[in-house]
């Protein structure tokens, strides 16, 4: 089974900061990777697909880099709409979910 | 429009048995896989199960953390999708989300609470 490394747990931001967070999967996942939204009482939103494949509606303040084991999600600007959990996902051999970064407001 | 609606959770005892629902509409259900996803309360997301179509023979996939104690299952003459849990265990507690794709843009359901606990 491919096991997926999400880092940080928890990011505290101001509005207008860039945050980053890195997934690192225990095989090469060949840019299988996704990552969701998620807001409290709500089920996830896909935001970024195929490793930097924006979904329709995504804004561009998102984006998404990386190949072989190692990834990264980004929000440059971050909004107060950005405030939520976002977790990665590899998709390349049956489904496994990173553990998931809590972004909060400083 | 697309609707993804769950159904059956509850409250159940330690090693009893339960059998959630899915409705799906606004799609052509029988081209679509579908998946199950559940949160345990404070915690993250974990696939639990998927369930190919009928070209694909209706294959069927797990987690190690459900395999041989979950079923999934489909009518597609219904637009339905199952998930049967046999032998619950407490850490199976959580919210289960049914959605048509993972990795791709998809829909999911509202989810439904399953909680074990004696």
């Known amino acids: 089974d491919i096991q997926m490394t999400q880092s940080p747990p928890s990011l505290s931001a101001s509005l207008g900061d860039k945050v980053t967070i890195t997934c690192q999967a225990s095989?090469?996942?060949?840019?299988?990777i996704a990552w969701y939204q998620q807001k409290p009482g709500k089920a996830p939103r896909l935001l970024i697909r195929?490793?930097?494949t924006l979904e329709s509606g995504t804004p561009s303040r998102f984006s998404g880099s990386g190949s072989g084991r190692d990834y990264s999600f980004s929000i440059s600007n971050v909004e107060s709409e950005d405030i939520a959990s976002y977790y990665c996902?590899?998709?390349?051999?049956?489904?496994?979910f990173g553990a998931g970064t809590k972004l909060e407001l400083k | 429009a697309v609707q993804l609606v769950e159904s059956g959770g509850g409250l159940v005892q330690p090693k009893e048995s339960l059998k959630i629902s899915c409705a799906a509409s606004g799609f052509t259900f029988s081209n679509a896989a579908m998946y199950w996803v559940r949160q345990a309360p404070g915690k993250g997301l974990e696939w639990v199960a998927r369930?190919?179509?009928?070209?694909?023979?209706?294959?069927?996939y797990y987690a190690d953390s459900v395999k041989g104690r979950f079923t999934i299952s489909r009518d597609d003459s219904k637009s339905m999708v199952y998930l049967q849990m046999d032998n619950l265990k407490t850490e199976d507690t959580a919210m289960y989300y049914c959605?048509?794709?993972?990795?791709?843009?998809?829909?999911w359901g509202q989810g439904v609470m399953v909680t074990v606990s004696s």
């Open positions: 996902l590899q998709y390349v051999n049956l489904y496994t």
């Open positions: 959605t048509d794709r993972l990795g791709a843009r998809g829909y």
């Open positions: 369930i190919r179509t009928k070209p694909n023979n209706y294959a069927t």
């Open positions: 195929y490793t930097s």
């Open positions: 095989q090469n996942i060949n840019k299988y």
